[in-house]
């Protein structure tokens, strides 16, 4: 079905549940009581199911995580203890190895954080500010069929130049910095 047609069925099919006395209903009354309740009861069931997917997919990732942080856990362990047995034994181990142990315990923390810590709430609160604070980080190229709702944003980054203008003149990849059409109308007008 389609949404028009699936609204007109839930309408007929909840308007012909409800429906008590002609007489006593203004014309257009239960229609329109009727479209107000299934768009309702239509968004809290789509809004439902986001929900149980967005649940799902973190309780995956979190285990996920989980899962990483054992096996590199015991890979690191496993690691330690040979250096740890080598040294005991009077073997010279090179200072060398010493880098990823320190390097490997700084990742097991981090994955530890993830899997058993709050990480995931920190990075959700870092979330919602960049949401809040910075959405000129979101504005999409101007040629995005969307673009129109970042207007206020798209201020804020008007003046940002293209990456590969960045690059010095003489490497190939360079182009010259030039201005595109909407750019040029938006300055010609101001």
Known sequence: FTESEFLCFALLFHSSANFEKPDSVKMGGVISSGVADVKSEVKTQVHTQMMIQREVQMAVNVAKARDSLQWYGGLYTGGVTIITAAKMAGKAVPHVAGIPLVVGGFMLANMADAAYGNKLMRVQREAEHIIAEERALFVPPK????????????????GISAVSTLWPSFLPMSRPQTTLPAEETATATA
Do not use: G, K
Not at 143 to 158: K, N, T
């Open 143 to 158: 040629q995005a069929p969307f673009s129109y709702l970042y207007s206020e944003e798209q201020d804020l980054v008007s």
